[in-house]
Nanobody, 123 residues
Framework: QVQLVESGGGLVQTGGSLRLSCAAS????????MAWFRQAPGKEREFVTY????????YFADSVKGRFTISRDNTKNTMYLQMNSLKPEDTAVYYC????????????????WGQGTQVTVSS
């Protein structure tokens, strides 16, 4: 059974940093794209970034480009989201997701989801 478990969320001031982790288990993800999405209260789920597990190639939403970095550790089957220069508009529940052979910023293309971790950026 595939499991994605996020951790690392919390409260941080504007300009601060957080690192989120997504521990993946239950299958090989070598052919998968792993992504981060976020959802703020009253808003739709929004794409943040993805990484191709095998090659490490990445893609970012314009809203986070230059501030966020995505990476993965194959030995730990864990994906990370390093968030720097955080803004109040980054406040949301952050979800990790896994999709088979997909290069997409569309949530519906991803097969597996974690439960989410709250990130709150105070002004």
């Amino acid at each position: 059974q595939v499991q994605l478990v996020e951790s690392g969320g919390g409260l941080v001031q504007t300009g601060g940093s957080l690192r989120l982790s997504c521990a993946a288990s239950g299958r090989s993800f070598s052919s998968y794209y792993m992504a981060w999405f976020r959802q703020a209260p009253g808003k739709e789920r929004e794409f943040v970034t993805y990484i191709r597990w095998s090659s490490g190639s990445t893609y970012f939403a314009d809203s986070v480009k230059g501030r966020f970095t995505i990476s993965r550790d194959n030995t730990k089957n864990t994906m990370y989201l390093q968030m720097n220069s955080l803004k109040p508009e980054d406040t949301a529940v952050y979800y990790c997701a896994a999709g088979y052979c997909t290069t997409s910023a569309t949530a519906g293309r991803y097969n597996y989801w974690g439960q989410g971790t709250q990130v709150t950026v105070s002004s």
